[in-house]
């Protein structure tokens, strides 16, 4: 495989750097509605949901998908709709 001549070096960085979506601890909605809201959108087992839940319930925030940006926003204004805080940001 070779790289693509049109592209700089940091283009291919910033090109290789995926976007996280990262859904925050609130005071508002219960641990089970969380879990439900990952079910639900994301299509997460039980299991993994529930992981997810407790390291925002228990770490303050959680980051639950990555992609490129336009996916993530699309997952941050999901989230936003579901009433959960969410941000996105660059994985590092």
């Known amino acids: 495989m070779t790289a693509d001549p049109s592209l700089a070096p940091d283009d291919i960085t910033f090109l290789s750097k995926p976007w996280v979506t990262i859904v925050w601890n609130d005071p508002v909605n ?3 509605y969380v879990t439900y809201v ?8 039980k299991t993994k949901a529930e992981k997810l839940m407790m390291e ?4 303050g925030k959680s980051v639950v998908s990555t992609g490129t940006r336009e996916e993530m926003e699309r997952d941050v204004q999901a989230m936003h ?10 994985s590092s």
């Open 30 to 32: 219960l641990m089970s």
């Open 81 to 90: 709709e579901y009433g959960l805080w969410a941000t996105m940001d660059k």
């Open 38 to 45: 990952f079910t639900k959108y994301f299509g997460y087992d």
């Open 56 to 59: 925002v319930h228990q770490d």
